[in-house]
């Protein structure tokens, strides 16, 4: 990958100077509280099950010993994963039932279904890992998400701590970007949306290399967020895109979706706690204080948006607002709007500056 100039946007990153060092092994630290102490053994007990599944054959399950092994892995990690949401204070379950239930249903569904196939005499083993293929996708997102939630809840809505800001320093953004790609292009399959995922290839070549400053789970989170609301029937999104790119010694992740966009006074409080871009009915919680929990994580979260209206003449775009309103000519430039933007009316755009090896 290309030497490249390390460059600071106007918002958030002005404080990461010389805060790439990390002398402490932050994971260690969290390891030792209950929340994520589970969050990380389960993760660990995950791979194991998943190289139980990817292993089986007939005669392995005949093997009373790797059965009882199995079958102890897979209670142990239910367990664990069912025991997660007790931790969280009353606060924060919402969020836990706004962004992580549908994840948590769906990845116990999948152990269900595995149980359910070990116990029986006779399954497809191939169908079986074809299932579970999915059930680990879930997971991936489940575990990002989840430990999003786990953050607000440990260090409150508008704050992170040391050691949450260092949580992923020491670690490469391949995983990260296979769930940000499960996401956009593989979670809601549908004929009638069109969904792009655009990664340049020197980001694909140095993934395993490259690491950030931004926690991981809240760019996840944030993207997950972002997806539910292009989808939801009120904003009829009907094509989704993901790019991801480095630009002056920054990882940017920008999402856009074809939806209804949003007028200026909407798009200035989408942050706030409580206002809700989908139906009438929504919690306003998807999107609660993302751009400063980014910022607080050494990143930067902008958006722009415009209005789409149809007329019997076709497809017509408003003015296009920014948050942050004071953004330069040179960061909306950037931002690629009016490059990108078409058929596109709304984005988001995470920036992370890249820590160097």
């Avoid at 389960?42 to 059965?67: C, I, K, P």
Wanted: net charge negative; hydrophobic share 40%.
């Amino acid at each position: 990958m290309p030497e490249v100039e390390p460059h600071v946007m106007q918002i958030g990153l002005d404080s990461v100077r010389g805060a790439s060092e990390v002398s402490i092994d932050t994971r260690e630290i969290l390891k030792k509280e209950e929340m994520f102490g589970l969050i990380f053994h389960s993760d660990t007990l995950f791979s194991e099950v998943d190289d139980y599944v990817q292993s089986l054959d007939q005669g392995r399950l005949e093997d009373e010993g790797f059965s009882g092994v199995l079958g102890v892995s897979i209670e142990t990690l239910e367990r664990e994963i069912n025991a997660m949401p007790e931790l969280l204070d009353e606060k924060t379950k919402p969020f836990f039932n706004h962004d992580v239930k549908r994840f948590h249903r769906f990845v116990v569904a999948g152990i269900e279904r595995l149980k359910a196939a070990l116990g029986g005499q006779d399954f497809d083993i191939a169908q079986l890992r074809e299932k579970w293929d999915r059930t680990k996708k879930n997971w991936e997102v489940f575990r990002f998400v989840m430990e999003d939630v786990a953050i607000r809840s440990r260090d409150g809505e508008q704050n992170l701590s040391d050691e949450i800001i260092a949580i992923d320093r020491d670690q490469d953004i391949s995983r990260m970007l296979d769930v940000l790609d499960y996401l956009t292009g593989k979670f809601m399959p549908s004929v009638s949306r069109i969904t792009e995922v655009e990664i340049d290839a020197d980001v694909e070549e140095e993934k395993h290399n490259l690491r950030i400053e931004t926690p991981h789970a809240l760019i996840v989170n944030v993207l997950n967020n972002c997806i539910t609301n292009a989808v939801d029937p009120s904003v009829q999104a009907g094509h989704l895109k993901l790019r991801v790119k480095i630009d002056r010694g920054e990882l940017v992740i920008a999402f856009y979706d074809d939806g209804r966009g949003m007028g200026d006074a909407l798009l200035q409080s989408i942050f706030e706690k409580g206002v809700t871009q989908g139906k009438a009915m929504g919690t306003g919680l998807g999107l609660a204080q993302a751009q400063e929990r980014i910022i607080k994580g050494q990143g930067v979260l902008s958006v722009a948006s415009r209005e789409k209206f149809i007329t019997g003449e076709g497809i017509d775009f408003g003015t296009t607002h920014y948050n942050p309103p004071n953004m330069t000519q040179e960061e909306k430039r950037r931002f690629e709007l009016d490059g990108i933007m078409i058929p596109f009316s709304t984005g988001f755009e995470i920036r992370s500056k890249i820590i160097k090896a």
